[in-house]
T-cell receptor, first 115, second 111 residues
């Protein structure tokens, strides 16, 4: 069964460093998402991406964040200058459709630890 | 708000028993999705039910949807220890570009 994959599974970085989290969505999916979950808290939406542009972003997704689909298979989340409060699990998701009832499938997550 | 509210917040039952979790929401929806999350792991998609469906089954899972009451339920029959996890509903309104998750129901299956 196709699945969303994410690398790395765990990333440790120093505050102020740039990180890139990578995702390979399910191949025939057209909509891509990033969510995050701070330890013990709810899963929070960051950004959705369709047709090579951001379709919606949350207040969390400020200028320090960016997303890119550099080729036909990868979808990346870049944090330019990490802060301690960026420590969280980051989940990538993809769906085939939206309004016609496409399920969102999530990857296993990348645990980001900012020291 | 797009967020679903799961009830109860926590549920503890014996292995073999059935577990029922409820979800209420406030908006109109195209569909509603249920997810499971094991501690520290990713969200696993369980089932999607469309707004014109009233009930859907998948293995030991049964989901109902009542759009007039803006509520859904997830029933897990013959529970197993491996069902121990948090369960989330995610209502998906028309035009939404994301899912919004609540606190979930933390289900514990006791051997």
């Amino acid at each position: 069964e196709p699945e969303v994959t994410q690398t790395p599974s765990h990333q440790v970085t120093q505050m102020g460093q740039e990180v890139i989290l990578r995702c390979v969505p399910i191949s025939n999916h057209l909509y891509f998402y990033w969510y995050r979950q701070i330890l013990g808290q709810k899963v929070e939406f960051l950004v959705s991406f369709y047709n090579n542009e951001i379709s919606e972003k949350s207040e969390i997704f400020d200028d320090q964040f960016s997303v890119e689909r550099p080729d036909g298979s990868n979808f990346t989340l870049k944090i330019r200058s990490t802060k301690l409060e960026d420590s969280a699990m980051y989940f990538c998701a993809s769906s085939e459709a939206r309004d016609s009832g496409g399920s969102e499938f999530f990857g296993p997550g990348t645990r980001l630890t900012v020291l | 708000s797009q967020q679903g509210e799961e009830d109860p917040q926590a549920l503890s039952i014996q292995e073999g028993e059935n577990a029922t979790m409820n979800c209420s929401y406030k908006t109109s929806i195209n569909n509603l999705q249920w997810y499971r999350q094991n501690s520290g792991r990713g969200l696993v998609h369980l089932i999607l039910i469309r707004s014109n469906e009233r009930e859907k089954h998948s293995g030991r899972l049964r989901v109902t949807l009542d759009t007039s009451k803006k509520s859904s339920s997830l029933l897990i029959t013959a529970s197993r220890a491996a069902d121990t996890a948090s369960y989330f509903c995610a209502p998906d309104p028309p035009g939404a570009q994301k899912l919004v998750f609540g606190q979930g129901t933390r289900l514990t299956i006791n051997p």
